[in-house]
């Protein structure tokens, strides 16, 4: 799938991969708008453009480097806890973490993952369906 280059320098901390033909790549090159929630040197977050509750945010690595959860679980374990740590900030920072809110990390086909750059949906703000529905 597409050419997945390394790049280093402004657009990302040393090491940082990006896909051209990436959304969420273009997303934090800033080459596709996106409203902000937080951001730290390996980790963006920003609202969902379809958003599927009250809240409903995006937190992902900068890096394009996993394509999902056991991936960066596996290949870099710091930034998987970083990544989780900073999906729980948000959550506080919405003003979710009293009422609950609930963190998703989509694997694959059968769960609906679209993009393979990880990401976790922070999802809240009201009560939340049941989720593992067979459509
Ligand atoms: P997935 O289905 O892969 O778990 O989640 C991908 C998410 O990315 C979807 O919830 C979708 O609405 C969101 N998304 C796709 N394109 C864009 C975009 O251009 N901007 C933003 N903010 N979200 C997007
Ligand atoms: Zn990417």
């Known amino acids: 799938m597409g050419q997945t280059i390394t790049v280093s320098g402004e657009s990302g901390a040393p090491g940082t991969t990006s896909d051209p033909d990436c959304i969420f790549c273009s997303i934090v090159a800033g080459k596709i708008p996106s409203a902000a ?4 040197e390996r980790i963006y977050a920003f609202r969902d453009i379809a958003p599927q509750a009250a809240v409903h945010v995006l937190v992902i690595p ?13 290949g870099d374990p710091d930034l998987a806890a970083e990544l989780l740590r900073e999906a729980a900030a948000v959550a506080e920072g919405e003003g979710l973490a009293e009422g609950g809110y609930r963190i998703v990390l989509n694997t694959g086909d059968h769960a609906g993952q679209t993009v393979y750059h990880v990401h976790a949906h922070v999802l809240g703000g009201e009560p939340l369906g049941r989720f593992g529905t067979p459509e």
């Open 37 to 40: 929630v937080r951001e730290t």
């Open 62 to 74: 900068r890096t394009h480097a996993y394509a999902d959860a056991g991936e960066i679980a596996s």
